[in-house]
């Protein structure tokens, strides 16, 4: 299976997000969470968003950046790639994890989550970076047969871990039962 992107979607506009895409970008989260099916999940807000993403406009302010894509001659966003810098000390480098890429339903197929990823791996390198990565549920098949067509290769030596909510608070030391 090619992974290819068309002669159309070669055409196509990717750009940073600017804080008038954030209604957008809240749409993407709720669309991508309902693929995902973890709707009651998504916690984000327009305000949540503004105060906590990156944009051209306040390149020091905010943790995360997107990555929009449009087909030609269009202003209907047909996806998103949001991102934020990481650091692996085994080589001494900065990379980029892959928060959540996303192509809606009626633009898949197209080669855009193909761009997406690969303007990822430029700016990986423009940063001097040496990694890109992400995580996929164990579930989402054809997303990972997407990504290893594309050379990704599964990390399956390695387990997620997280601390969330009352759970975090417990770990900073807040609360009862915390951690020691």
């Not at 949540?48 to 950046?65: D, E, I, N, Q, V």
């Not at 449009?70 to 202003?75: A, E, I, L, V």
């Not at 009352?166 to 030391?173: H, K, P, Q, V």
Request: with cysteine; hydrophobic share 40%; charged share 25%.
């Amino acid at each position: 299976m090619s992974h290819a992107p068309s002669s159309s979607a070669a055409e196509a506009t990717i750009r940073y997000a600017i804080e008038d895409d954030i209604p957008t970008i809240l749409a993407l989260i709720h669309e991508l969470a309902a693929y995902e099916r973890a709707s009651s999940s998504v916690l984000a807000t327009e305000a949540s968003l503004r105060a906590t993403l990156t944009f051209p406009s306040a390149p020091s302010r905010g943790f995360a950046k997107t990555l929009l894509i449009f087909p030609p001659d269009s202003t209907h966003c047909a996806g998103m790639a949001l991102f934020f810098h990481n650091y692996s000390t085994w080589r001494a480098a900065p990379g980029i994890y892959l928060e959540d890429l996303f192509v809606r339903p009626e633009f898949r197929g197209r080669g855009y989550g193909t761009l997406l990823l690969r303007e990822l791996a430029r700016e990986t390198e423009r940063i001097g970076g040496q990694r890109l990565e992400w995580s996929v549920l164990k579930w989402n098949e054809p997303s990972l047969r997407f990504y290893e067509g594309l050379g990704a290769v599964r990390m399956e030596e390695w387990v997620g871990m997280r601390v969330e909510g009352e759970g975090l608070g417990r770990m900073a030391g807040r609360g009862e039962g915390a951690a020691r």
